[in-house]
């Protein structure tokens, strides 16, 4: 069974930096892709960013295009996510997701395992 722990949330001022990470275990890391997505309070949980199992594809929402970059480390079994420019609007709970030999999907009906998720906030 695959496990999924995230780190790296906290709370943050507006323009700063936050590096989240997420270590897989239970299967091979390597043949999943991985993805971020984020829910805030009241709204429904949205895809931040992806990389696909062979790392040569990756995708990003619009709304962090240029301000996050996703990234993995099949060694270490981990997927992290620079997050930079931090805005008050970024503030959620994220989600790291695995996807079996996926090609860093958007839809999060496409992901298999899921983490509990860590808070990321940013004041204003």
């Known amino acids: 069974q695959v496990q999924l722990v995230e780190s790296g949330g906290g709370l943050v001022q507006a323009g700063g930096s936050l590096r989240l990470s997420c270590v897989f275990s239970g299967r091979t890391f390597s043949t999943y892709a991985m993805g971020w997505f984020r829910q805030a309070p009241g709204k429904e949980r949205e895809f931040v960013a992806a990389?696909?199992?062979?790392?040569?594809?990756?995708n990003y929402a619009d709304s962090v295009k240029g301000r996050f970059g996703i990234s993995r480390d099949n060694v270490k079994s981990t997927v992290s996510l620079q997050m930079n420019n931090l805005k008050p609007e970024d503030t959620a709970v994220y989600y790291c997701?695995?996807?079996?030999?996926?090609?860093?999907?958007?839809?999060?009906?496409?992901?298999?395992?899921w983490g509990q998720g860590t808070q990321v906030t940013v004041s204003s």
């Open positions: 997701a695995a996807d079996y030999v996926g090609r860093a999907s958007m839809n999060s009906n496409e992901y298999d395992y």
């Open positions: 990389i696909s199992w062979t790392g040569g594809n990756t």
